[in-house]
């Protein structure tokens, strides 16, 4: 069965250090997969993709992520964090079949600390 | 301006008084979808359509409807709620080709009494 696992319930880093938050997932083939973001009341927002090639994708807000098929992870990364990026972190996989799913992990929140 | 809207924002009622969550996308996307998120759980989906009356189950369709009359709206219907409905519930959307990069509202946080 398809399934995403975030290890990490909540991460907190101090502004400016660098971030890596932790996404492995089980799925039979390459899986499509997802980075969104869901501030503080606000709904979700897709900061990367991957779906095939370059297994180190860039996204949004200066976040990037990397595949790395042998672990089956997909974690997100920042080089400098700042106050705003605190949020909640939802890894997801897309089905690439015709079930038309997005399966999402159970979130990561990022405090900030000044 | 590109967006998802869902109404109400905030619902408060009682157990058994049905009730409709309204969702509307100005994109004309043809994929639609509801989630629940839970603590703990992240999102789960509970119904999904792939266009105009045409709608399917996600992972946790008990106790919900919905329906597909127009390409624009997508509304849920919980016929008779009950307290394990409490939830935050998010609509999205997305074109037909690109389904897994959906869009999302800014959420309904249900309480059922």
């Known amino acids: 069965a398809q399934s995403v696992t975030q290890p990490d319930i909540h991460i907190t880093v101090s502004e400016g250090a660098s971030l890596e938050l932790r996404c492995n997932y089980s799925y039979g083939a390459t899986p499509y997969l997802f980075w969104y973001v869901q501030s503080p009341g606000q709904g979700l927002q897709l900061l990367l993709k991957?779906?095939?090639?370059?297994?180190l994708v860039q996204g949004i807000k200066g976040f990037e992520a990397e595949f790395k098929r042998s672990q089956s992870s997909f974690n997100l990364r920042k080089p400098s964090v700042h106050w705003s990026d605190a949020a909640e972190y939802f890894c997801a996989v897309g089905a690439v079949d015709s079930s038309y799913k997005l399966i999402f992990g159970s979130g990561t929140r990022l405090l900030v600390r000044p | 301006e590109a967006q998802v809207t869902q109404n109400p924002r905030y619902l408060i009622t009682v157990t058994g008084k049905k009730l409709t969550v309204t969702c509307s996308q100005n994109m004309n996307h043809e994929y639609m979808s509801w989630y629940r998120q839970d603590p703990g759980l992240g999102l789960r989906q509970i119904y999904y359509?792939?266009?105009?009356?045409?709608?399917d189950k996600g992972d946790v369709p008990e106790g919900y409807k919905v329906s597909r009359k127009e390409k624009r709206n997508f509304p849920l219907i919980l016929e008779s709620p009950s307290p394990n409905q409490t939830s935050l519930y998010f609509c999205?959307?997305?074109?037909?080709?690109?389904?897994?990069?959906?869009?999302f509202g800014p959420g309904t946080r249900l309480t059922v009494t």
């Open positions: 991957y779906f095939s090639g370059d297994t």
């Open positions: 999205a959307s997305s074109a037909r080709q690109k389904w897994h990069e959906q869009y």
């Open positions: 359509s792939m266009n105009v009356e045409v709608t």
